[in-house]
């Protein structure tokens, strides 16, 4: 059974292009990507931690309605 594990950054984006984000667009602080009207804040790291990794899947299923598991992740690649 997979893991959960560190995700760089250029494979977050791309992923989360494929789930209709578009972007990143370049912000104040951070760069974000937008889903309809609604933003996603990226932060700058290169490598993107679990627990980092679950916040920001969290706010992108809030924003997209619908619910990102292991499986559906791993085959966004």
Known sequence: MSRWKRC?????????????????FSGTKHQFMIFQQYRLAIPPNAEFSVPQLHMLLGEAEIITRQKITLEKWDNLI
């Open 8 to 24: 760089k950054r250029r494979d977050f984006i791309n992923r989360l292009h494929k789930l209709g984000f578009s972007g990143p």
